[in-house]
């Protein structure tokens, strides 16, 4: 199962001349555990006038290849997994680490919360919008060795494919990232990027600008994580 890196993806269920507002929240945005703890709380609320319905799942994350990858697991649980969210009511969801497994190094899942779609709320004309929260789950052990990143560009059909290599223990959270060559900025992408897991590599395609270079031998990396800010010097490979 693949997801994108985003923490919020919306759906369009039906074709339509308009779209109605979504109305679940959740938060944190991220949950993070050191051992021993193993149990943390996150938070749903419904801002509608009607009740809706949600549905939680935990899966265990990876990168394989450059890619996002999910898989069921049952050693975390979520509590409960269906729930009906009254109007303007806050609810309490558990997420558990359930395996007495002690944990190595650092563990990744995803929560993914969606809210169900509702047939009898279906308006004729309008797009129903379904919200899927994507949310980073962490279990880490306190002797975990921080993330430490390399990073490779290659150029490639009117694009960059820039790779960043995590040979930590712990994962690297990748913001507000800028590209520029000669002082000039190439690449801009403010927020959120994605992950580097520990022991992983992870891939991002960056389109380049049509005014731009059409041949860069290196750029300069910045960047921000949780541990502080990130700069690198990149050579620029060709393209196959």
């Given at each position: 199962?693949?997801?994108?890196?985003?923490?919020?993806?919306?759906?369009?269920?039906?074709?339509?001349?308009?779209?109605?507002?979504?109305?679940?929240?959740?938060?944190?945005?991220?949950?993070?555990?050191?051992?021993?703890?193993?149990a943390a709380a996150l938070s749903l609320r419904n801002e509608d006038t009607k009740p809706i319905n949600a549905q939680i799942r935990v899966f265990r994350w990876s990168q394989v290849?450059?890619?996002?990858?999910?898989?069921?697991?049952?050693?975390?649980?979520?509590?409960?997994?269906?729930?009906?969210?009254?109007?303007?009511?806050?609810?309490?969801?558990?997420?558990?680490?359930?395996?007495?497994?002690?944990?190595?190094?650092?563990?990744?899942?995803?929560?993914?919360?969606?809210?169900?779609?509702?047939?009898?709320?279906?308006?004729?004309?309008?797009?129903?919008?379904?919200?899927?929260?994507?949310?980073?789950?962490?279990?880490?052990?306190?002797?975990?060795?921080?993330?430490?990143?390399?990073?490779?560009?290659?150029?490639?059909?009117?694009?960059?494919?820039?790779?960043?290599?995590?040979?930590?223990?712990?994962?690297?959270?990748?913001?507000?990232?800028?590209?520029?060559?000669?002082?000039?900025?190439?690449?801009?992408?403010?927020?959120?990027?994605?992950?580097?897991?520990?022991?992983?590599?992870?891939?991002?395609?960056?389109?380049?600008?049509?005014?731009?270079?059409?041949?860069?031998?290196?750029?300069?990396?910045?960047?921000?994580?949780?541990?502080?800010?990130?700069?690198?010097?990149?050579?620029?490979?060709?393209?196959?």
């Open positions: 199962m693949r997801l994108p890196a985003g923490l919020c993806i919306a759906t369009l269920l039906l074709a339509g001349t308009h779209a109605e507002a979504t109305s679940l929240r959740a938060a944190p945005a991220k949950l993070e555990l050191v051992a021993p703890d193993s290849n450059g890619e996002e990858k999910l898989e069921p697991s049952v050693d975390v649980a979520a509590s409960p997994p269906l729930t009906t969210l009254g109007a303007g009511i806050d609810y309490v969801v558990r997420v558990v680490r359930v395996t007495k497994t002690p944990v190595a190094g650092e563990e990744t899942y995803r929560l993914l919360v969606d809210e169900l779609p509702d047939a009898a709320r279906r308006v004729p004309g309008a797009v129903t919008v379904v919200v899927r929260y994507s949310i980073p789950v962490f279990f880490v052990s306190r002797d975990a060795a921080p993330a430490k990143l390399s990073w490779t560009i290659r150029q490639m059909n009117g694009g960059l494919v820039l790779t960043g290599s995590n040979s930590g223990g712990r994962h690297a959270r990748i913001s507000d990232l800028q590209l520029t060559s000669d002082g000039k900025p190439v690449v801009t992408r403010t927020g959120l990027v994605g992950y580097v897991l520990g022991g992983s590599t992870m891939q991002w395609t960056l389109p380049l600008p049509r005014s731009g270079p059409t041949a860069l031998r290196s750029v300069a990396l910045s960047a921000q994580s949780e541990s502080g800010p990130i700069n690198a010097t990149i050579a620029v490979s060709p393209g196959r």
